[in-house]
T-cell receptor, first 114, second 112 residues
Framework: AQSVTQLGSHVSVSEGALVLLRCNYS??????LFWYVQYPNQGLQLLLK??????LVKGINGFEAEFKKSETSFHLTKPSAHMSDAAEYFC????????????FGPGTSLSVIP | DAGITQSPRHKVTETGTPVTLRCHQT?????MYWYRQDPGHGLRLIHY???????DKGEVSDGYSVSRSKTEDFLLTLESATSSQTSVYFC???????????FGPGTRLTVL
């Protein structure tokens, strides 16, 4: 069965430090992969997506993620954290065009310390 | 932004009462979804729709029903609300490219 794991339900970084949020998926075929961000009291919005065009994907707000098939990973990074990055981050996977097979990870809450 | 609105945004109700949540979209997207969000569980799919009057169950559909009589509206009904249905409910649609989802602002439902 398809699943998504996010290591660390809470991550704290200092302002200006590297942000690394981990996502691993289980899939027998190359999936579509997404990172979403949720700010307090808001819905989710797309940060970036992998669709097999390139393994290194750049998203909004300086975030990027690298698809590594051998590790079944899609970790999210940002070189320098900003206070405004504090939010909940969700990794999601879709297998092919199965719209009913959107699987979200449990989420990682990112705190940024001044 | 897919122009998704949800109503109401907040609701408090009592156990055993029926509740209907509304999702409205302006982008003419074919697919629409209802999720619930609970701490430690991420988002879990309740029901989804792939067209007018075409709906199917998600992983946590028990106690919920949906209807879609128009492309732009997707209703979620709790026939008899229970305390376990206290949650934040999100509606979403799918864009036309690479299955990207667009989310509404959410409805916070409390069942006492």
């Amino acid at each position: 069965a398809q699943s998504v794991t996010q290591l660390g339900s809470h991550v704290s970084v200092s302002e200006g430090a590297l942000v690394l949020l981990r996502c691993n998926y289980s899939s027998s075929v190359p999936p579509y992969l997404f990172w979403y961000v949720q700010y307090p009291n808001q819905g989710l919005q797309l940060l970036l997506k992998y669709t097999s065009a390139a393994t290194l994907v750049k998203g909004i707000n300086g975030f990027e993620a690298e698809f590594k098939k051998s590790e079944t990973s899609f970790h999210l990074t940002k070189p320098s954290a900003h206070m405004s990055d504090a939010a909940e981050y969700f990794c999601a996977v879709i297998k092919g065009t199965s719209y009913d097979k959107v699987i979200f990870g449990p989420g990682t809450s990112l705190s940024v310390i001044p | 932004d897919a122009g998704i609105t949800q109503s109401p945004r907040h609701k408090v109700t009592e156990t055993g009462t029926p509740v209907t949540l509304r999702c409205h979209q302006t982008e003419n997207h074919r697919y629409m979804y209802w999720y619930r969000q609970d701490p430690g569980h991420g988002l879990r799919l309740i029901h989804y729709s792939y067209g007018v009057k075409d709906t199917d169950k998600g992983e946590v559909s028990d106690g919920y029903s949906v209807s879609r009589s128009k492309t732009e509206d997707f209703l979620l009904t709790l026939e008899s609300a229970t305390s376990s249905q206290t949650s934040v409910y999100f509606c979403a649609t799918v864009g036309t490219l690479h299955n990207e989802q667009f989310f509404g602002p959410g409805t916070r439902l409390t069942v006492l």
